[in-house]
């Protein structure tokens, strides 16, 4: 089974999943009430169940743009690094 991109990010940063997803969490929350109306406009586009973006649904959203905006072959780098 692969691993979970949060899984990934914690065990390199020596930190448990909850609080890589706390610190993720952190930022959507920063940058969805972001002074600048711009940034909070961008942040805004992203599709959530609830009031705020959750770190998956975050994640959901930047890979769909991600592959959009380059390919595919854009995200293999996840793989292979």
Request: proline share 5%.
């Amino acid at each position: 089974m692969a691993e979970h991109i949060f899984e990934r990010l914690a065990r390199e940063r020596g930190i448990t999943v909850e609080e890589m997803r706390a610190i993720i969490s952190a930022r959507i929350e920063k940058g969805w009430n972001d002074q600048d109306p711009v940034k909070r406009e961008q942040w805004r586009k992203i599709p959530c169940v609830g009031e705020i973006p959750t770190p998956d649904e975050w994640l959901r959203y930047s890979v769909e743009h991600l592959k959009e905006d380059c390919g595919e072959e854009s995200l293999r780098w996840y793989l292979y690094n």
